[in-house]
């Protein structure tokens, strides 16, 4: 943390003892904006849903669903696979972007443009190009191979690992940028004395990079963790939670069961993955308030 | 000998990597220049390229796109509402917090940071729930309301930690001088501040421009939505317009990304440095 609280700054002010001095009442004034707006539209909203959830036998209902179950388990194979092999991708791909060309600087440009557009038109794009009779990655297989590719959102698994892959898609680039500038905090001068000393690459990585990175790199995961348990687009636009309701994640379950109007399931799916977000933004709050 | 061998490395990722990352991007382009019928052919780039989409969506030829240019300005001014109001409630909030020392502000902070990093998505539906009660629904302040709790959050997070490397001389010196708080803020404070205060105004309007969950829970009517609800609305009917929702996507996903990179500079210091901290 760059500052802590400056003691000393406050006794410099001398405060008038009968009323509250104008930097006093113009801090709260200035607060008040954020308050009342915390207040109207978080804490009224959160307090109302815990109420509506209030029953336990909404989550006798909810985890008797097997829609429900099975969205647990999607969440938890996108938060280990989608998550492990983005970070990593990251942390390689960075080490890549730091290479001085001028060509890697213009694909630096291009490769933060999934980060940079907005979510919907590029789902639906990669929509298209999975559809089975007519998307381009099946004439693709059909050119090649002669063969009839497969029907990509119509078989859980697939589906699935394709809404991973577009959730890899847009959030790689950013990841990546936090990466690269973790990588170039780390001293030239390390690689120099290891380089003279002969050391290998993978050596160089194993000794300086990994140390160096692994707490931004532990940071980033459980952030990256925290958002992609509230990815609802990357799924919901890509395979709308079918086929058969198989692929819901916790994002988009909790959706679906308000639209059919069954709004409290859909508060009991919130409460019940609080044991999964809580730890998750415990250690995020305890990090950034160091 | 070893540089050719080194470049030829790096082109064997760059390559894929350039590949992965513009195919989707390609494939929409692709499908907005090419006519109803060669859509469906699967090629990589269409015998008679036609400009013929781009008409129709600009002219509301079709009646999925009645209200384009409606929709449009409800995308854009929503998004200006969210950026200049989360911007006042941010500054204000981070000015108070971090130089006026107003009692309680770490622990406001910490409300916010908590906010910001419970998941938008499920905070959506108690928000829905309450918009409701507020008489809000179907109103698009119900939308530039909720995206603005959204985005304060880290806006007063990232104003905050900037605000922090100001120099306190400047503050003792202004209240000696006998200056107000008022002066102090919009005189000393906003101008140091500019380059934080144009990142976070920034990253207020792109998210409530590219928002679409929250757009298509509170708003319904075809004229009070936003271009980002009317494209998912296609994928409503089976015989949709795929090269037009195309198009659409496409002229939709221009502004922001033309702004990110014209702001691209301010957008990195501003906000990824905020983003991580080790």
Known sequence: MSTLALPQAKSLTPTPKTRMSPWRAWGLIMLAPYMLVFVVFVVYPVLYGLWL???????????DDPIFDNAILNTLIFLFVAINLKMIAALLLSGFFVNARPWIKWL?????????????PTILSVRFMLNPEWGVV??????????????????????????????????????TMIMIAGRLAIPKDLYEAAGVDGASKVQQFKYITWPSMKQLYLTSTILSMIWTLGDFNSVYLLTGGGPADLTHVLATI???????????????????????VLPLVYFMMKRLSR | ??????????????????????????????????????????????????LRNFETVLREQHHFLGHFWRQLGN?????????????????????????????????????????YFIPAAFLAVPMYKAMGVYGLLDNQWALILAMITIASPYAIWVLKQASDKLPFELDEAARIDGASPLQLFVLVYLPLMAPSLVA???????????????????????EDITLAVALGQFLSADDSPWELLMTTGLLYALPPAAIYYVFKRYMQTGLTAGAVKS
């Open chain 2, 200 to 222: 976070v105004g920034i990253y207020a309007l792109l998210l409530a421009w590219n928002e679409y969950l929250y757009a298509f829970l509170l708003l319904s009517k075809p």
């Open chain 1, 53 to 63: 959830a209030r029953s336990p036998s909404n989550y006798v209902a909810l985890f």
């Open chain 1, 254 to 276: 909790g959706i679906r069961y308000l639209r059919l109007d069954q709004i409290n399931l859909s508060m009991a799916t919130i409460v019940s993955s609080m044991p999964l």
């Open chain 1, 138 to 175: 099946n004439q693709i297989i059909f050119r090649l191979l002669g063969e009839d590719g497969p029907n990509w959102l119509n078989d859980r698994w697939l589906a699935l690992s394709m809404a991973m892959l577009v959730h890899i898609w847009k959030s790689l680039p950013f990841w």
């Open chain 2, 75 to 115: 995308s854009l001014l929503i998004a200006i509402a969210v950026g200049v109001i989360t911007l006042l409630i941010a500054t204000t909030a981070a000015f108070s917090i971090s130089r006026l020392k107003t009692r309680g502000g770490r622990t406001v902070l910490n409300l916010a940071l908590f906010t």
């Open chain 2, 1 to 50: 000998m070893k540089n050719v061998v080194t470049e030829a490395k790096l082109l064997l990722i760059g390559i894929p990597v350039a590949i992965w990352t513009l195919l989707p991007i390609y494939n929409l382009f692709v499908f907005s220049i090419s006519s109803k019928d060669e859509v469906f052919a699967g090629r990589i780039w269409p015998e008679h390229p036609t």
């Open chain 1, 108 to 120: 630096s440009v291009l490769f933060i443009l999934p980060w940079a557009v907005p979510s919907i």
